[in-house]
């Protein structure tokens, strides 16, 4: 690791700390994912091997933070460590809001469009090669801020699915952006959770305040409710069966403009939360809501 120069420490991953760093040969600046290897286990673990695996093959894509280089060193214990070379984006949409929100403006229509079309390209390729994300946040999109081009990062938590969709944990996703079904239990889920929090990530675009913020599993599960109104068996079958499904108070769905007053129609169809009905990531980017934007460069 004497390639790198650590500047400073920007960030914790899912699985390690991230430094931004430069590159002593080229003097670049890149971001460095410390990954402490557990001396217990037989080689480099199974979570750090999937992510790079994932990352190498996903790489391709503009819209997916870039792995240019994987290096092994050891820290001052003498313990080894691995570190993820990642170009290096200097900020992300949870900044990008907060800077919004303390100014007192709102993030204009453009950019807010510019950026859900990009975060929506980068998803769909994801879901094209049979990868969930799992982990998706303001926090894990980053972006450069002279040409706002966004690209998904931590992919820590990701994992390949298949048909017959396989059985996942439901510990998965901060709370807020936490899709229903994972909620209430479910352990066989596919890219709608994704798109869950997608969604989430669009009205947060646009308020600047967190659409769900709930501080439990159950007092998330009721901001839903009283935004969206209790799902129940004729609205989505089977609901009952899920492991932490209750009778809820049955509240009446509200309207979405109520809870996210600055879109326009087009732009209130991409927030639906029953999975089988949830919209992909492809056929968002179909959506008349981004007919204005200037796809080429992109």
Known sequence: MDAFEKLEKVGEGTYGKVYRAREKATGKIVALKKTRLHEDDEGVPATTLREVSILRMLSRDPHIVRLMDVKQGQNKEGKTVLYLVFEYMDTDLKKL?????????????????????????????????????????????????????????????????????????????????????????????????????????FAELVTKQALFPGDSELQQLLHIFRLLGA?????????????????????????LSSAVPYLDENGLDLLSYEPSKRISAKKVMEHPYFDDVDKTRL
């Open 97 to 201: 809001i907060r800077s919004f929100r303390q100014s007192g403006e709102i993030i204009p229509a453009k950019t807010v469009k510019c950026l859900m079309y990009q975060l929506c390209k980068g998803v769909a390729f994801c879901h094209r090669h049979g990868i969930l994300h799992r982990d998706l946040k303001p926090h894990n999109v980053l972006m450069d801020q002279k040409t706002s081009m966004l690209k998904i990062a931590d992919l820590g938590l990701a994992r390949a699915f298949t048909l017959p969709i396989k059985k996942y944990t439901h510990e998965i996703l901060t709370l807020w952006y936490r899709a229903l079904e994972v909620l209430l239990g479910s352990t066989h889920y596919s890219t709608a959770v994704d798109m869950w929090s997608v969604g989430c990530i």
């Open 231 to 255: 799902p129940n068996e004729e609205v989505w079958p089977r609901v009952s069966r899920l492991v932490n499904w209750h009778e809820y108070p049955q509240w009446k769905p509200q309207s």
